[in-house]
């Protein structure tokens, strides 16, 4: 590649990926995140544990004359504080669907997995360490909204890194096979 092209890609890796601390000549080829589905599948259950409470609650005021107004001040409290709790839920997973990403760079794999707010971790891998590269489609939802499991696995320890809900094409597949041999080829 242009060595001016390959100081502007990286500039610009730099600039879009601050907290990736990509070596001088490194730039971001590919950056996959989790499958939109991945964030309409969280919000769902949340929703849905809320519709439940709030049938649960309708039901427990729907003798108002029985709870007197002590009764009817602490199903309030409750329905307060569970909206808050609602409320920090949907941030919460709002956080955990942009923390998981995969970076694919022109010398590395990064991938950056949050499954909670509280819980992080970053993986690295250099390309010429991968083995093999695969994507799978498993059953209707997947086919139609178009995500599916990213898998790189490593030569030596074998070890093997999954991004489920992942949008990837066919066509980045091949891209990424690709820069894996060359990589393998750069290192002999």
């Known amino acids: 590649m242009n060595e001016n092209l390959a100081k502007i890609r990286h500039e610009r890796s730099v600039k879009d990926f601050p907290t990736l601390g990509l070596d001088d000549d490194e730039y971001v080829e590919f950056a996959f995140k989790r499958a939109k589905i991945y964030l309409v599948l969280m919000y769902s259950g949340l929703i849905l544990g809320l519709a439940l409470v709030a049938i ?107 991004f489920p809900y992942a949008e990837v094409s066919a066509d980045d597949l091949k891209v990424i096979s690709r820069m894996i041999s060359d990589a393998k080829d750069n290192k002999d």
Do not use: C
Not at 92 to 109: A, C, E, Q, S
């Open 56 to 162: 649960a609650l309708s039901i427990a005021t729907s003798k108002t004359s029985m709870l007197g107004p002590m009764g009817q001040n602490f199903i309030n409290i409750i329905l307060m504080i569970l909206i808050v709790a609602a409320l920090i839920a949907a941030g919460f997973i709002w956080m955990i669907y942009h923390g998981n990403k995969v970076f694919i760079t022109n010398k590395r794999v990064i991938q950056k997995v949050r499954l909670s707010p509280f819980a992080t971790s970053t993986n690295m891998v250099d390309l010429s360490s991968i083995e093999d590269v695969s994507y799978r489609q498993g059953g209707i939802l997947q086919t139609l909204f178009h995500y599916g499991t990213f898998r790189l696995a490593t030569v030596g320890d074998e070890t093997t890194y999954t």
